[in-house]
Structure formats: structure tokens, C-alpha cells
């Protein structure tokens, strides 16, 4: 996070705390114990026309709990923040009742302070952080410098070519066309080059029976394209033949960029709790050509 940025988003943020008020507490209202159960019902006691009214249940106080640093001292620092936040909320209701110019200067000659205060913690944070790798945002994720931003992608294509390669072995790629469609013309070229880089198989299925340039005997659709639900062309799946597991990868025109991050994400290792729609489990039997 650039300098300016990080100190506008903090002033921000500690102006915002000052101006705050703290909200009231309310204790629980005490619940009546359910009443008995009508005469009506209570065949028992015969017929009365009028009872006296029970007595209302009066639930005792709770114990107040004592603040986690009850008996300490408070730090001097807290007591500052605390006068400083009660004098600029109240410098602030007075400039908007009654907004004369030197209400009104009162209030931002003591917001310039607060500003002030929090552009140096900002100046200090950012030391902190660049003599603490752990706590530098920059070190961590996507790098925000240019030369570190390449070498980061080009580390993460090669990766991302690797775990392509290695699917490659036991997945194929579906890919569902139709032959009038102007976008699947458009994205045929970019997965004969994918595979041809790559060399994972790309299965052509033409929802229509037609063919298009690179793909011009695919197989017919036997139905998984309803199978899958696929509802627009072009569209790309992850497959694995031996086990039946299948895996959008997208729809639409993409790109090889593309194609290698959403194939590398899909096929990481799932969390336990993965959403059941996330991957398809079918019989994979050959398409009639």
C-alpha cells in the first residue's frame, strides 16, 4: 500500500473512531413464566368465573460484569484518546446546530489535528513493517512492483504449465461447440494451440453435429451436454475418463492465460466441505462420431 493512501485510509478511519458515539448498553428485559393453562381445560378444578390475577414475575437483576481490566489503571494514552474523541464529537454537533465560521474552524482545526496524529502513525507503521517482512503487505500475494510483478507471473505460468502437463496424463479437456457459432470459430485456434503447448487432449462435442475449422469430425452430442447443463457455446470441461469426474473450467471465448488458471485452481485439492455442484460425476462412454 503506497504512503498517501495508507495515511488518508488510516486518518480516516481514527477520525470516523473519534466521531462515534458509544452505544448504550440495555440489560435484558425480564420474560414472565408462562401462565397456567386456561380453566377451560382444567376440568379438575370446576367452573370459576373469576380468579384472582397471578402475581407478576419479577426476574432479580443480574450481576454486572466487571471490565476484564477492572482494578488496573487505565493508560494515560487512553484517557488522551478518550478526551480527544468526547471533545471532537461535541466540537462537531456544535458546528452542525448552529455551523457559524468559527464554530465551524473549531471543528477543523481539531480534525487537521486528529488527521495529523494519524499520518504519523501511518509514517511509523510503515517502518515497522518494512523492517518486519511478516507484517510487510507488499511481501505477501500478488508483488505491487513491476519487476517483481514479472518474475511473479512468469513463476506462475511455468507452475501453472506444469500442473497442466501433468493432468495432461489421465484428463482431457470437452470441448462443446456448435458450428454456426462466430465466438466457438474464434476460440478453436486457442485450444489446438493449448494442446498442441500443453498436451492435454482436447475432445471436440458439437451440440449440433456440425464441425469448424480444427475440429471437423468432433463427436456428436449423446446427451451430456444436458448432462452438464451446458446452455451456451463455447464451453470447456475438465474430465477424467477413469474416474467420471468432470469440471467446468468456463464458457465463452478465453484465453491461454485463462485457461491455465481456472485449470489449475479447479483441479487443486478441494476443501472437505466443496459444494456438490462443483464437480460432476458421470459415465464417461464414448460419443458416437
Given at each position: 500500500m503506497k504512503g498517501p493512501v495508507m495515511k488518508i485510509v488510516v486518518a480516516m478511519a481514527i477520525t470516523?473512531?473519534?466521531?462515534?458515539?458509544?452505544?448504550q448498553t440495555r440489560?435484558?428485559?425480564?420474560?414472565?413464566?408462562?401462565?397456567?393453562?386456561?380453566?377451560?381445560?382444567?376440568?379438575?378444578?370446576?367452573?370459576?368465573?373469576?380468579?384472582?390475577?397471578?402475581?407478576?414475575?419479577?426476574?432479580?437483576?443480574?450481576?454486572?460484569?466487571?471490565?476484564?481490566?477492572?482494578?488496573?489503571p487505565k493508560p494515560p494514552e487512553m484517557a488522551a484518546f478518550e478526551r480527544l474523541q468526547k471533545t471532537l464529537e461535541e466540537t462537531r454537533n456544535i458546528a452542525i446546530?448552529?455551523?457559524?465560521?468559527?464554530?465551524?474552524?473549531?471543528?477543523?482545526?481539531?480534525?487537521?489535528?486528529?488527521?495529523?496524529?494519524?499520518?504519523?502513525?501511518?509514517?511509523?507503521?510503515?517502518?515497522v513493517a518494512w523492517a518486519t517482512p511478516a507484517l510487510d503487505p507488499t511481501l505477501h500475494g500478488r508483488p505491487v512492483n513491476a519487476k517483481a510483478l514479472q518474475v511473479f507471473e512468469q513463476t506462475q505460468l511455468e507452475s501453472r504449465s506444469h500442473t497442466v502437463a501433468e493432468l495432461a496424463r489421465d484428463h482431457v479437456l470437452f470441448f462443446f461447440f456448435r458450428s454456426d457459432c462466430p465466438y466457438c470459430h474464434a476460440f478453436a485456434p486457442t485450444l489446438t494451440a493449448f494442446q498442441a503447448r500443453h498436451g492435454i487432449t482436447i475432445v471436440p462435442i458439437s451440440v449440433d453435429g456440425g464441425g469448424i475449422?480444427?475440429?471437423?469430425?468432433?463427436?456428436?452430442?449423446?446427451?451430456?451436454?444436458?448432462?452438464?447443463?451446458?446452455?451456451?457455446?463455447?464451453?470447456?470441461?475438465l474430465a477424467q475418463p477413469f474416474t467420471g469426474k468432470i469440471a467446468p473450467i468456463g464458457f465463452g471465448v478465453l484465453s491461454e492465460s485463462q485457461l491455465l488458471e481456472r485449470i489449475s485452481?479447479?483441479?487443486?485439492?478441494?476443501?472437505?466441505?466443496?459444494?456438490?455442484s462443483a464437480t460432476t460425476q458421470i459415465s464417461l462412454h464414448?460419443?458416437?462420431?
Open positions: 470516523a473512531c473519534m466521531i462515534t458515539a458509544h452505544a440489560m435484558p428485559t425480564a420474560v414472565a413464566p408462562e401462565r397456567s393453562a386456561s380453566y377451560w381445560s382444567d376440568s379438575q378444578r370446576g367452573w370459576h368465573f373469576y380468579e384472582d390475577p397471578e402475581a407478576e414475575f419479577e426476574q432479580p437483576p443480574l450481576p454486572k460484569a466487571e471490565p476484564r481490566n477492572a482494578g488496573l446546530i448552529n455551523p457559524t465560521e468559527t464554530n465551524v474552524r473549531r471543528y477543523m482545526e481539531l480534525e487537521a489535528k486528529v488527521v495529523s496524529q494519524a499520518s504519523l502513525f501511518a509514517d511509523v507503521a510503515q517502518r475449422p480444427g475440429f471437423a469430425t468432433p463427436r456428436r452430442d449423446n446427451g451430456i451436454a444436458s448432462t452438464l447443463n451446458v446452455t451456451q457455446v463455447p464451453a470447456v470441461f485452481i479447479v483441479s487443486a485439492p478441494q476443501p472437505e466441505a466443496m459444494p456438490p464414448d460419443s458416437s462420431h
